[in-house]
């Protein structure tokens, strides 16, 4: 879309526009907004907004927080007022101590209404819908029992040994893995029985990824650019929400289909959407209630197919560039371990390198950096600031997890930070997982369930494994290529990338292949 274009567009704006300044102008007289980017007439900073298919948005924003000197700072588009939070003292001052106020969520243009993804739980706003997910979620995953889940996570990270032995690409392979495990946890499909689906359910949740980042889409920041048709110069956005929307179609009924099919004859395995449908009120209408556990039931899934991925890859890039710390792991499960035995969630106490591995694989490469929006849903003056309603709010979780306060040397991965003179876990320094799965009212339901899967897949890994660079031509070990790198996609994911698991134990390598 061109300047020319945009411009026009925002003239058509501009009555709207003036509404908002004058609005902000008569609230803001003793509270000026937080600082900034200079507005331009008309357009404000649309053109100062990150674009998440040039650049890290986190790290834009972060480099704008230390421009203007502020842990908090203000951008607006044609009206729309973004505020970004830098620091984890601002973020627990908004979204934890008012909750009530900062744990809506804005209007998605492109991810709610074009792509269809506007009745998810992600995204709704505080109504009797997100509720009535939020219900089912907790139910079904509940936060006082995450040990439910320990035989299937046990299971999978035996899955992902098998898995990563023979890959040839690692990234692929962890989506297909991460795809399967909460398929099962969702819709009590796996094996076989699953495959079909997986390749759909990966695409659904990548569009996701891609038409949710912020800045990425100009009809997030100009409405009116929806009702272009899709024929339209420009309009490539339409046809890609179009796409998109079949897909999450098609996602959302085939998989709920075949769980209710084995519901009806009572050969469902356990999931969130067996347990939600064996519990619904035959009281109230039915359809309605099967509607929003379909809804939730693909929320779920979406939300927790990516992670994992995410984090499993940076780790065993950390892995690759800090051979060190692979043999310090190594050592301590050597320690606690017998010959040949893989470790289970008994030995979590027995094991603290690999609890700080895990806090630091979390700290350092967050799956999500930049936290999916929240809204305000009242004005509100916060250090002598004017915080408008509407505002769509921005917590910036990589810069809070790259804090040199509460993490020295951020940009090197140590996961020694974590421990102390003992060598146990130091309850002094953060948890990064208190940051890494959002904030308020609109933690992830399923964090514990995560950090715990993310735990026994790394424990199982090094147990079983050294990792190391693939063989360049000369039969020389060669220096792991792989970044993150800025792309469509509101997630921080390793490009693909090769590696090689050298088994540890023949004993090992046998019992998994039997």
């Known amino acids: 879309m061109t300047y020319a274009t945009i411009t026009t567009i925002a003239l058509f704006l501009l009555p709207f526009t003036v509404l908002y300044l004058l609005r902000w102008a008569r609230s803001s007289r003793q509270h000026p907004l937080p600082p900034g ?22 790290l834009e924003y972060a480099e704008m927080c230390m421009k203007y000197k502020s842990d908090i700072i203000h951008l607006s588009a044609l009206g729309t007022s973004i505020v970004v939070l830098n620091s984890a003292k601002i973020v627990s001052d908004l979204l934890e101590n008012r909750s009530a106020i900062y744990s809506s969520r804005p209007p998605a243009v492109m991810l ?29 995953l509940p936060p006082s029992d995450p040990q439910r889940f320990h035989h ?7 899955d992902l040994l098998r898995v990563l032995w023979h890959s040839d690409d690692v990234m692929k392979s962890l989506q297909t893995w991460a795809a399967m495990f909460i398929m099962d946890i969702t819709y009590g499909l796996s094996g076989e029985e699953a495959e079909p689906y997986i390749p759909m359910g990966m695409a659904a949740v990548q569009s996701m990824g891609i038409g949710g980042t912020p800045g990425a889409f100009f009809v997030d920041q100009i409405p009116i650019l929806k009702y272009i048709p899709e024929w339209f110069p420009g309009a490539s956005f339409k ?36 347990a939600a449908l064996e519990e619904m009120d035959h009281d109230q209408h039915l359809a309605r209630q099967e509607e929003v556990i379909k809804i939730t039931s693909v929320t779920a899934f979406s939300g927790g197919a990516d992670t994992p991925v995410s984090m499993l ?16 792991a190594h050592h301590q499960l050597d320690r606690i371990l ?64 790259h804090n040199e306060e509460d993490y020295p040397k951020p940009h090197s991965f140590n996961p020694s930070r974590f421990l102390n003179a003992e060598g146990k ?40 494994y050294s990792i190391e660079p693939e063989l360049d031509d000369e039969g020389q070990p060669g220096k792991p290529s792989a970044i993150s790198q800025p792309g469509p996609t509101m997630l921080s994911h390793p490009q693909p990338f090769k590696c090689r698991f050298i088994p540890r134990s023949k004993d090992l390598i046998i019992s998994l292949t039997l």
Not at 38 to 56: A, Q, T
Not at 370 to 394: C, E, R, T, W
């Open 239 to 274: 046809r890609k929400a179009k796409e998109w929307s079949d897909l999450r179609i098609k996602m959302t009924e085939c998989i709920f289909n075949v769980t209710k099919h084995k519901v009806t004859m009572g050969t469902a395995s356990p999931s969130l959407a067996s």
């Open 338 to 401: 017998s010959p040949g035995e893989l470790p289970t969630f008994r030995d979590t106490a027995s094991l603290p390198y690999i609890t700080a591995i895990v806090r630091e694989t979390l700290r350092y490469s967050p799956a999500a950096p930049l936290a999916f929006p929240h809204q305000l849903i009242q004005d509100d003056i916060y250090a002598g600031y004017f915080v408008p309603k509407n505002s769509i709010v921005l917590a910036n979780v990589w810069s809070i997890l």
């Open 425 to 464: 876990i130091n309850p002094e320094i953060k948890d990064p997982a208190i940051a890494a799965f959002g904030f308020g009212r609109r933690v992830c339901p399923g964090k514990l369930i995560a950090v715990d899967l993310l735990w026994i897949a790394i424990a199982s890994i090094l147990a079983c």
């Open 112 to 140: 709610g209404e074009l792509m269809g993804w506007g009745s998810s739980a992600v995204f709704r706003p505080n109504d009797d819908l997100w509720k009535a997910q939020r219900k089912i979620m907790n139910q079904a």
């Open 313 to 328: 890859g940076e780790f065993i890039l950390a892995m690759l560039a800090n051979p060190a710390i692979q043999v310090k």
């Open 37 to 58: 980017p200079k507005k331009l007439p008309i357009l404000d900073n649309l053109f100062h907004i990150p674009n998440g298919n040039r650049v890290f948005i986190w």
């Open 152 to 158: 299937k996570e046990l299971s999978a990270s035996h």
